[in-house]
């Protein structure tokens, strides 16, 4: 079972929420989050670790547990052999997907107008016909580069991998031999967002994070 955890914010958070929910998180994570010069983008940082926290709270884990939290060689942060997680944000809205059954990854971006020739070097030949005959290429382009971004987390290697080495295939990608099975995430019409899993039977369950520390299902 994957549980995705989501928020959405298109304004600056009340004070007071914001002040206890940075105070609640790790002085390295305020660090973190304080650097970031927009305010968007540190209610990002800041909602993402949030997410995580209560995420993890749901599965047992005790409220200061993001003082546990590790980091791989390239970067990726864990908790313990037994729950794997991962954080995406774009616009208004910030992902985290927790997994207990396989690894995951997450990606979200928000649908803007693009000049696609610029990212035909990130694209096989196949996937950049494909696109120019889809109906809807923004829809197309969005939907296999989430896909793309998902693997590159889940497989947690960070900039190593090369986006022409995903393979996409119907509900699964491929890449350096290693499946990995596709969801989408229908959240809002103007994004794209997919979770991918080594869990061949992936379920996800949706929950949204309310300023009041609550989640709605």
């Known amino acids: 079972m994957i549980d995705l955890f989501y928020t959405f914010f298109d304004t600056p958070l009340a004070t007071d929420t914001w002040n206890s929910y940075l105070q609640n998180v790790p002085e390295e994570i305020q660090t973190q989050v304080i650097r970031f010069k927009r305010w968007q983008d540190r209610h990002s940082c800041l909602l993402g670790k949030i997410l995580l926290r209560e995420g993890l709270k749901k599965h047992g884990y005790p409220p200061d547990c993001l003082n546990n939290l590790s980091y791989s060689t390239y970067k990726r942060p864990f908790i313990d052999n037994s729950i794997d997680f991962n954080i995406s944000h774009s616009g208004e809205y910030v992902m985290c997907a927790i997994n207990t059954d396989g690894r995951v990854g997450i990606d979200i971006e928000r649908k803007k107008p693009l000049n696609f020739a610029e990212f035909r070097n990130y694209m096989t030949p196949d996937e950049w016909d494909t696109m120019r005959e889809a109906p809807d290429q923004s829809e197309y382009f969005y939907d296999l580069w989430t896909v793309k971004e998902s693997v590159i987390k889940a497989e947690g290697k960070g900039l ?19 499946i990995w099975y596709i969801k989408k995430v229908a959240i ?16 996800i369950c949706v929950c949204k994070f309310m300023s009041n520390k609550e989640f709605l299902p």
């Open 188 to 203: 809002d019409l103007n994004y794209s967002c997919h979770v991918v899993t080594n869990n061949i039977t992936p379920e």
């Open 160 to 178: 190593s991998i090369p986006l022409l080495d995903i393979h996409r295939v119907g509900d699964t990608a491929n890449f350096n031999k290693n």
